[in-house]
């Protein structure tokens, strides 16, 4: 079968496994791999994360939104154009067989699992090779099971009758990612992702199956998406869809993903570009009083909307400093980035990234 990538024989490790992948199909400009998985559940032992363990069916995401901070991890299969993140999707081979062989009583003993840390389990790819379903056919068979999805694919609605079996031998919570329910804001930040109206209908479905959803607003965009009226909207808008929560959390940029990104500002909002440049100079976090702002805000905006503060629920991983790295597979620095390929904000090949 084809693979991406002649093997050199000094090549190790997840590069080596990425350039022995198969090609499965190719659709437009996406290429999809079977990639080999030697393990599935991945252990997070940052204790600032919410979580135990973590699940990626994918690596890479079709979604490609422009702000996504999974973008590098691309680089440690030896592709360091930041595009090939959503155009070169690798499916995990065997991950559900894989998966029952790691889920032991130890593991999950009162222990959580996230689903969609480094990619988005309901990218376009599932509904063509459905590794995500099969995974949650295998957690689907262990008693106790703390699962917590994040994704902004509507897709998940597929898939309510085996979220509610994992629902009634242990415990689930979903989060819907929505940024904004600005609908031509939402294509050019995410041209591939499911408008927010989709994801809103995703999410009283869940609830209409009795499931605990809400909405996860990240990341908030500085001068994007910050508002109170952005905010307040997406908030409004999840309580009429029947969330459960509603958490939010500010931009990380790391290299590739601020390459990226920056580049993206500069075509399609090129009065914030300088301005994201300072704020992002020295750090790939926001510094804590904007950080403290928001989430002041987040508070405020669901007392007014009637959403409950959960302290009870876990919201999606927060990337904070010490633990992005533990978040992010746990790899080492990747190497320097090649300038970005340029795309348009529809992620069409273009010598400009323009907006038009």
């Avoid at 999974?70 to 090939?84: F, V």
């Avoid at 790391?254 to 500002?265: H, I, P, S, V, Y």
Wanted: with cysteine; glycine share 6%.
């Amino acid at each position: 079968m084809a693979t991406l990538f002649n093997v050199q024989p000094d090549v190790k490790g997840i590069e080596r496994m990425a350039r022995e992948a198969s090609a499965l199909a190719e659709r437009r400009e996406v290429e999809y791999f079977s990639l080999e998985a030697r393990s599935i559940l991945n252990r997070c032992s940052s204790p600032r994360m919410p979580f135990t363990w973590t699940i990626n069916p994918y690596r890479g995401c079709e979604f490609g939104c422009h702000y996504c901070y999974a973008r590098y991890t691309h680089e440690y299969m030896g592709l360091n154009d930041p595009a090939d993140f959503e155009n070169k999707i690798y499916a995990k081979r065997d991950a559900a067989r894989t998966l029952l062989r790691e889920l032991t009583p130890e593991r999950l003993n009162g222990q959580s699992i996230a689903l969609g840390t480094a990619t988005d389990p309901y990218q376009p790819a599932e509904r063509r090779f459905r590794v995500t379903r099969g995974l949650l056919g295998a957690l689907a068979q262990a008693d106790g099971v703390r699962l917590g999805i994040t994704t902004k694919g509507d897709l998940i609605v597929r898939d309510i009758d085996v979220l509610r079996r994992i629902a009634a031998r242990g415990s689930l919570q979903v989060n819907i990612t929505i940024t904004t329910v600005d609908t031509r804001l939402a294509r050019i930040l995410e041209f591939r992702a499911p408008t927010p109206q989709k994801r809103l209908a995703a999410l009283r479905a869940l609830r209409d199956a009795g499931l605990r959803a809400g909405v996860n607003i990240a990341p908030v965009l500085p001068d994007l998406t910050d508002t109170r009226e952005s905010l307040a909207a997406v908030i409004a808008a999840a309580r009429d869809a029947g969330a459960t929560h509603a958490f939010a959390n500010t931009l990380f940029l790391r290299d590739a993903a601020k390459a990226r990104f920056l580049a993206f500002l500069e075509e399609c909002f090129p009065r914030l570009s300088a301005r994201y440049a300072l704020r992002y100079a020295r750090s790939a976090f926001l510094d804590q009083r904007y950080k403290d702002r928001i989430m002041r805000l987040m508070d405020e905006l669901r007392r007014e909307h009637g959403i409950p503060d959960r302290p009870d629920l876990q919201p999606p991983a927060a990337i904070h400093d010490a633990a992005a790295q533990q978040l992010l597979l746990g790899l080492p620095e990747p190497p320097r980035l090649e300038p970005p390929r340029r795309q348009d904000c529809q992620g069409r090949p273009t010598s400009r990234l323009g907006c038009g």
